[in-house]
């Protein structure tokens, strides 16, 4: 059962009751894992730290998931790539840009990239899910995310599809490694009661597919590297409640220093990362 809002203090659980369990996405761990000052900084800091000026690439991204969502919202003989990109448009934001005309070419490269995405999609080849929650439960972890697609195909069961709008180009690797789309998978088998193993990262800009196909071993494998970071959160977020001073919090939850600071939403806040110049919002749009 999920986590209740408060903590059962140091009471040990009742025979027959069950163990409360610590929910989190995918993100939450990634998060820590790529850097618990960060985490506490994002998650667990009161007040919650205030958001700086919106990332682009990240607007358009979410512009992507939301026209893609809607793309199959349509009437099927309303969704032409064209329909889209018209979606597209809809949704375009206007956060994080340098100015009037980067946001202009981005929308007309992206607008390319939607459309010739769904030149490839048969519109009549109905998901079982588009933008649908999932959860899995773990020994210590109540583990759920949003699946941007299941498809229902013959040979392959169930398929999670993930969209990518990054300039890096995903490949099988990225898919076999990611935590996000094994939970993912292990959720839509769950609640579909369907074998689902396959998992497609759909990167728009390079119109590739990087695929995997999970085993029974692969799946636990990520599920159990889940719920020990889950285990061990659930420990930390305890001891942060408790309450700590800023030297035994910075050691609880250290810094770890890498290029991607300069991409941080609490960089300001954190003295190591601070020193790895920032990145301008538009940054992560490219130019061409």
Do not use: I, N
């Not at 659980?13 to 820590?32: E, I, K, N, V």
């Not at 439960?137 to 392959?156: N, Q, Y």
């Amino acid at each position: 059962m999920p986590r209740a809002a408060g903590r059962d203090g140091d009471q040990p659980p009742l025979d027959g009751m069950p163990q409360r369990l610590y929910p989190a996405t995918p993100a939450r761990l990634s998060t820590y894992d790529d850097c618990p000052r960060r985490y506490r900084l994002t998650y667990l800091d009161r007040p919650a730290v205030a958001r700086g000026r919106a990332w682009a690439h990240r607007s358009v991204g979410a512009a992507v998931h939301t026209a893609l969502a809607r793309w199959w919202g349509l009437p099927l003989r309303a969704r032409t790539p064209r329909a889209g990109g018209a979606l597209l448009g809809q949704a375009w934001p206007t956060e994080g840009f340098r100015d009037e005309d980067q946001s202009r070419r981005a929308r007309v490269r992206v607008r390319a990239e939607v459309e010739g995405y769904l030149a490839g999609v048969d519109p009549a080849a109905e998901p079982v899910a588009v933008e649908r929650s999932v959860a899995v439960r773990t020994p210590h972890a109540w583990l759920w995310g949003r699946v941007d697609r299941l498809d229902d195909r013959a040979g392959d069961g169930l398929v999670v599809v993930d969209y990518k709008t990054g300039t890096s180009v995903p490949g099988e690797e990225a898919a076999a490694g990611s935590q996000a789309l094994a939970v993912y998978a292990a959720g839509a088998a769950g609640l579909m009661r369907r074998r689902c193993r396959r998992v497609e990262l759909h990167h728009l800009p390079s119109g590739t597919v990087a695929a995997f196909e999970h085993t029974e071993a692969t799946l636990a494998a990520h599920l159990d590297r889940a719920d020990a970071v889950s285990a061990e959160l659930d420990r930390l977020d305890a001891v942060h409640a408790g309450g700590l001073s800023r030297k035994v919090a910075d050691a609880a939850f250290p810094a770890r220093v890498a290029p991607r600071c300069g991409w941080c939403e609490v960089r300001s806040l954190c003295g190591p990362g601070s020193v790895v110049p920032p990145r301008e919002p538009w940054a992560g749009v490219p130019e061409a």
